[in-house]
C-alpha cells in the first residue's frame, strides 16, 4: 500500500459523505473530508430540515381554523415571516456545528474549501494538496433553472428558505415534489401560489391514482394548480414580476420559484483529469460497491443518480465504509424504499404503482379507501384522505402501500417494514388496528377495488 495522507479523502460533507467518512474512520482509516458549504449538505441546509420546519409553520394557519368548531374562539393572527425564517436560521446553524462535532469527534480532518481532483490519488483544495488511497465523491445535486427570457428574476430552492420579503404572490414551476411541497408551504404562510406544470399531471413516478387525487386535494387548499403550461418570460416591474405563459396569458408575481430539477453537482471537480465516467443524465457511474470507472475513485448519493433520499445516502454511505474498510458485505437494496411528500396534507409511499406492479408481478388485486378524516368531521375542513393497497394475486404478497392525508409519512414507515418483511394482504388482514385511527384503515379494507 502506497503511502499517503489518507487511507480516504471524501469531496463533500452532506448526508452519505458524512456517514462514510465516520464509518470509516471507526474502523481506523485516516480520512479527510472537504466542504466549501455548509456541513450538512442540502438536507440540513436547504432541504429535508428547513422544508420540514417551514411545513410545520404553514399548518398552524389552518389548525386555527380548525380550532374553532372544537370549542375555541380563536382567531388566525398575523404571520411574521422574518420570525420563522430566523429562527430556521438559528436551528440550521446549531445543526452544523453538530455535523462538524461529529467528524472531528472521531478525529476526522474537515478541511474547509472546493477540493478539486488532480489524479487518481490526488486532490487540491486551495493551494494545498493531498493524497488518498481511495477518493469518495459525495457532492450531490444542485438546482437547475433552464435559460429563458427573464430567468434571471427566478430564485431556486437554495434561496426560497431566506427570502428577505414573504412573497404574497408567489409562481411555482414544476410539478416533482419538491414543487408541490413549497407550494403546500407558502400556501399555507398565506401567499396566493400559482404551481405551473408542463405536464398533464404532477408526481409523475407516483402512483397514478395517488396523483388524481393529490391534485384534486390540494386544489381545495387554495393553490391555483395550473397543468399542460409553461412560463415564456419573466420581465420585472413596478409591482413585481410579469410572468408570460405559453397559453397567453400572463401573472403577476412577487415571486417565482423554479422547482424543475436538479442536476449532479460536478463543476471544478477536475473529473477531466481521471477515468471517472458520467452517464447520459450527467452523473457519476457506478457499480455495485459505488466505484467508478477510475478503481481508486467512488460515488455516492445524489451524485449517482438513484434514489435521491437523504436515508439511502446515508444507507450507501455505510455500505461503502462497511464494504472497503470494514471488510464485510454490505450492499443497499433499492426496493421497498418508503418516501413522503410533506405537501398538505402529507402523501406517503412505499413499493411499487400499479403499473410498475402489473410490469413486474402480473395480475394483481387493488384495494382502494378514501374518506373524511375523524378531526374534520367536526372542524369542517373539506379534505379526503387516499389509501391504497396493490397485492400480488399469485402470491397474496402487498407489494404497494400509498397515502395522501394527515401523518402520512409517519403512518408509511411502519408499513415499509411489513413490506420489506414480504407480508401478504392475509397478514394485513389478521392484523388487529389501532382505534380510532387513520392507519387502521390499512389492516380493514377488505372489497378488492380492481382485479385482473
Not at 487511507?7 to 448526508?15: E, N, P, Q, R
Not at 393572527?77 to 453538530?98: C, H, M, Q, V, Y
Not at 435559460?147 to 437554495?158: D, L, Q, T, V, Y
Not at 459505488?290 to 439511502?312: H, N
Request: hydrophobic content about 40%; overall charge negative.
Amino acid at each position: 500500500m502506497q503511502n499517503h495522507d489518507y487511507d480516504l479523502f471524501v469531496i463533500g460533507a452532506g448526508s452519505g459523505g458524512v456517514r462514510a467518512a465516520r464509518m470509516a474512520a471507526g474502523y481506523g482509516a485516516r480520512v479527510g473530508v472537504a466542504e466549501d458549504r455548509y456541513m450538512g449538505g442540502t438536507c440540513v441546509n436547504v432541504g429535508c430540515v428547513p422544508k420540514k420546519l417551514y411545513v410545520y409553520a404553514a399548518e398552524f394557519g389552518k389548525s386555527f381554523k380548525d380550532a374553532r368548531n372544537f370549542g375555541w374562539a380563536s382567531e388566525t393572527p398575523g404571520f411574521d415571516w422574518a420570525t420563522l425564517r430566523d429562527n430556521k436560521k438559528a436551528e440550521i446553524s446549531r445543526l452544523n456545528a453538530i455535523y462538524d462535532n461529529l467528524l472531528t469527534g472521531v478525529k476526522v480532518d474537515v478541511i474547509k474549501g472546493r477540493a478539486r481532483i488532480i489524479d487518481a490519488h490526488t486532490v487540491t483544495v486551495g493551494e494545498q494538496r493531498y493524497t488518498a488511497e481511495k477518493i469518495l465523491i459525495a457532492t450531490g445535486g444542485w438546482p437547475h433553472i433552464p435559460k429563458f427570457p427573464g430567468s434571471e428574476h427566478a430564485i431556486s430552492s437554495n434561496e426560497v428558505f431566506d427570502l428577505e420579503q414573504f412573497p404574497g404572490r408567489l409562481a411555482i414551476v414544476g410539478g416533482g415534489y419538491i414543487a408541490v411541497e413549497f407550494a403546500g408551504i407558502f400556501n399555507g404562510l398565506g401567499a396566493r401560489v400559482s404551481q405551473l406544470y408542463r405536464g398533464p399531471l404532477f408526481l409523475r413516478g407516483f402512483d397514478a391514482d395517488l396523483r388524481a387525487h393529490a391534485a384534486q386535494e390540494i386544489v381545495k387548499t387554495g393553490v391555483d394548480l395550473r397543468f399542460e403550461v409553461d412560463v415564456q418570460s419573466i420581465t420585472a416591474g413596478p409591482g413585481g414580476l410579469r410572468v408570460l405563459l405559453t397559453n397567453g396569458t400572463a401573472i403577476e408575481v412577487d415571486a417565482v420559484l423554479y422547482a424543475t430539477g436538479r442536476r449532479a453537482k460536478l463543476e471544478g471537480l477536475g473529473l477531466e483529469n481521471v477515468s471517472v465516467k458520467i452517464s447520459d443524465a450527467g452523473t457519476i457511474e457506478v457499480d455495485d460497491n459505488y466505484c467508478t470507472s477510475e478503481p481508486s475513485i467512488f460515488a455516492l448519493g445524489d451524485v449517482v443518480g438513484r434514489m435521491e433520499l437523504t436515508p439511502v445516502a446515508l444507507a450507501e454511505g455505510m455500505s461503502f465504509a462497511r464494504r472497503q474498510f470494514g471488510g464485510l458485505e454490505n450492499t443497499v437494496d433499492y426496493e421497498f424504499i418508503p418516501t413522503a411528500v410533506f405537501c398538505q396534507p402529507n402523501i406517503g409511499t412505499v413499493g411499487f404503482t400499479e403499473d410498475e406492479a402489473r410490469t413486474r408481478f402480473g395480475r394483481l388485486r387493488v384495494f382502494k379507501s378514501t374518506f373524511r378524516p375523524m378531526k374534520h368531521t367536526i372542524s369542517g375542513r373539506d379534505e379526503r384522505t387516499f389509501m391504497k393497497l396493490i397485492v400480488d394475486k399469485a402470491s397474496d404478497r402487498v407489494v404497494g402501500a400509498h397515502m395522501m392525508g394527515p401523518d402520512a409519512g409517519e403512518i408509511m414507515q411502519g408499513i415499509a417494514i411489513a413490506l420489506r418483511a414480504g407480508a401478504t394482504k392475509a397478514v394485513f388482514d389478521s392484523t388487529i388496528g389501532i382505534h380510532p385511527t387513520a392507519a387502521e384503515e390499512f389492516v380493514t379494507m377488505r372489497d378488492v377495488w380492481r382485479e385482473d
